[in-house]
């Protein structure tokens, strides 16, 4: 459907090849935003908008309440740090640390710029390599995100700014913005009563866009151990357990992309190659190449193809096959696998095309352009 530009939902067409395909979803990060504050204030919740300016901590560690820059205070009996990279409660009150993985993953800046579409927006984002990191581009329906993650050890930010607007499409209706990162995560992410969600708690650089699936994990398991007032040590002990393996999984799904390159053309490219492992991801590379097994976690994130289909596009093959495999009468399966292929190509061809399929379904409410 991708690659022929054409769309439908899966379950519209369950007896066919597509029946199975999975698919995701291109949303403007401001807009959905603004949809939230909405909905929840719809519901009962009060914001109160202001600068902190200071956090009262109560004798036994816990914050007390926030003090802001015009004088309010605001007292609870749980807080939930959102503030961003500042981490101003679970960082600068509590003085909780932050585990530094830029030694597995290099990349520290990025540059973003929105530009006008060219033609219809494609089905899928873009993800390409570039010398000194990877660039993105992702289509909305009115715009056109595009970004240039690098590591400033070995390109400025003057020189990425030049090589991404030399690759974009569309005149930019914004300016080139820096954005730097270090990427990690807190050594605890729910310490007494402070919660850290978002940066505040962590960043993975986003090759694969999970900064909103770890957000919603945070809250699902602070929701499955909500505490009382006394905020129980286990209930944070299991939770920071919890979240940390989900964190530790995508930063070694994320460092698999980079550590398994070919690539000697650069000095980023070599060190990416010649980096010593995260453990557990050595482990998951090394019974991979035995016979293909995989090291099953709990409840991951990452299914078992794809990391078969990074591992296998990035050359690393298994040195043999499960013994099992042996079991299967192979008479007959070129010719099944040739009719499946035909199947499928029929069953694409008649699907509408993709934007044919937002237009129809889930067209926008374009922005209004200024007089």
């Not at 991708?2 to 067409?13: I, V, W």
């Not at 993985?101 to 873009?126: F, H, K």
């Not at 970004?147 to 005149?171: I, P």
Request: glycine share 8%.
């Amino acid at each position: 459907m991708a690659k022929n530009g054409k769309f439908t939902l899966p379950f519209k067409a369950a007896r066919t090849p597509i029946g199975g395909a999975s698919y995701a979803l291109h949303v403007d990060a401001k807009r959905v935003a603004r949809f939230l504050r909405s909905y929840a204030e719809a519901r009962g919740v009060t914001r109160s908008e202001g600068i902190v300016d200071d956090v009262a901590v109560r004798a036994d560690g816990f914050v007390e309440k926030l003090i802001l820059k015009d004088g309010r205070t605001v007292e609870a009996d749980f807080f939930i740090d959102c503030s961003g990279f500042r981490a101003l409660l679970i960082g600068k009150a509590l003085g909780v640390g932050y585990e530094d993985w830029s030694r597995w993953l290099l990349c520290d800046r990025a540059i973003a710029v929105q530009t006008e579409n060219v033609g219809a927006p494609t089905p899928y984002t873009m993800a390409q390599a570039q010398d000194f990191g990877w660039r993105w581009r992702i289509p909305l329906q009115h715009r056109t995100g595009n970004g240039y993650v690098f590591c400033s050890k070995y390109l400025s930010d003057d020189e990425a700014t030049a090589t991404l607007m030399s690759q974009v499409e569309g005149a930019p209706v914004v300016k080139p913005m820096v954005v730097p990162f270090k990427t990690g995560m807190r050594e605890q992410l729910w310490d007494k009563n402070v919660l850290a969600l978002g940066l505040a708690g962590g960043f993975i650089e986003p090759l694969e866009s999970t900064a909103i699936h770890l957000i919603y994990r945070g809250m699902d398991f602070f929701f499955r151990l909500l505490p009382d007032r006394d905020c129980d040590p286990a209930l944070a002990e299991e939770y920071n357990r919890r979240m940390r393996t989900d964190y530790e999984e995508i930063r070694d799904f994320i460092v698999l992309h980079y550590c398994t390159t070919e690539r000697d053309d650069t000095a980023f490219w070599r060190e990416c190659r010649d980096m010593e492992l995260p453990p557990g991801l050595k482990r998951k590379i090394d019974l991979f190449r035995v016979n293909g097994s995989l090291a099953e976690g709990l409840d991951e994130l990452f299914r078992a193809v794809s990391w078969q289909s990074v591992m296998e596009g990035m050359g690393v093959h298994p040195r043999g096959y499960h013994p099992l495999v042996d079991r299967i009468p192979f008479d007959g399966v070129p010719q099944q696998l040739d009719h499946a292929a035909e199947l499928l190509r029929r069953v694409v061809g008649d699907l509408p095309l993709h934007a044919q399929f937002i237009s129809q379904h889930c067209a926008a409410k374009l922005p209004e352009k200024a007089a």
